[in-house]
């Protein structure tokens, strides 16, 4: 499984666009790559995933250069509901051993 | 859809009883998969699924961990017995069938308490 590095934490002002860069330097042909969001109390939830270049749905953006080494998310116009922990995952979900999730990035939107 | 549907939400119980979480998973996805969240070890896979068979189980952290899912609509991942350890919020999350990508759903977890 290729392993992802990403901040533990970031600060951010509503209204700011925030990016948030997971590192995946051993990405195999066949991994995609996912994030999730998750509240406080609450699970993890689908954002979005991509395989490579730029993937937009209404909730964010992802970012991924052609040798696929690291991705970025990027949330416009961030709101104080947007405070949580944003997870990368990296992996071929259709392969024996499913996705791990690692420590994610906890986001804090400040007013 | 009602989504992937966990109970008990919250669970307290005494060391050494058996304990035993369920999930509905939403209708007409294939895999079921059961993860444990602590602060200290973060979110961790314990067993999944694939068409109601256990295709991986190697996170389940020990004997006293079981997992079964007898139908395409019911799982249930049991301890017994218990320990103040196995405290932790347990999640069930299902996936539709499909190839390399993944989208889970996840339910509302379950908050375990041994005492």
């Known amino acids: 499984l290729a392993k992802t590095t990403q901040p533990i934490s970031m600060d951010s002002y509503e209204g700011q666009e925030v990016n948030i860069t997971c590192s995946h330097n051993?990405?195999?042909?066949?991994?995609?790559i996912t994030w999730y969001q998750q509240f406080p109390s609450q699970g993890p939830r689908f954002i979005i995933q991509?395989?490579?270049t730029k993937v937009t749905n209404e909730v964010a953006s992802l970012f991924i250069p052609a040798d696929r080494k690291s991705s970025t998310l990027s949330l416009p116009r961030v709101s104080l509901s947007d405070t949580a922990v944003y997870y990368c995952?990296?992996?071929?979900?259709?392969?024996?051993?499913?996705?791990?999730f690692g420590s994610g990035t906890q986001l804090t939107v400040l007013p | 859809d009602a989504g992937v549907i966990q109970s008990p939400r919250h669970e307290v119980t005494e060391m050494g009883q058996e304990v035993t979480l369920r999930c509905k998973p939403i209708?007409?996805?294939?895999?079921l998969f059961w993860y444990r969240q602590t602060m200290m070890r973060g979110l961790e896979l314990l067993i999944y699924?694939?068409?109601?068979?256990?295709?991986?189980d190697s996170g389940m952290p020990e004997d006293r961990f079981s997992a079964k899912m007898p139908n395409a609509s019911f799982s249930t991942l049991k301890i017994q017995p218990s320990e103040p350890r196995d405290s932790a919020v347990y999640f069930c999350?299902?996936?539709?069938?499909?190839?390399?990508?993944?989208?889970?759903?996840f339910g509302p977890g379950t908050r375990l308490t041994v005492l």
């Open positions: 051993n990405i195999a042909t066949n991994d995609y």
């Open positions: 995952l990296v992996g071929d979900a259709g392969s024996a051993r499913q996705l791990t």
């Open positions: 991509g395989y490579k």
């Open positions: 699924f694939n068409n109601n068979v256990p295709i991986d």
């Open positions: 999350a299902s996936r539709p069938a499909g190839g390399p990508t993944d989208t889970q759903y």
């Open positions: 209708s007409g996805h294939n895999s």
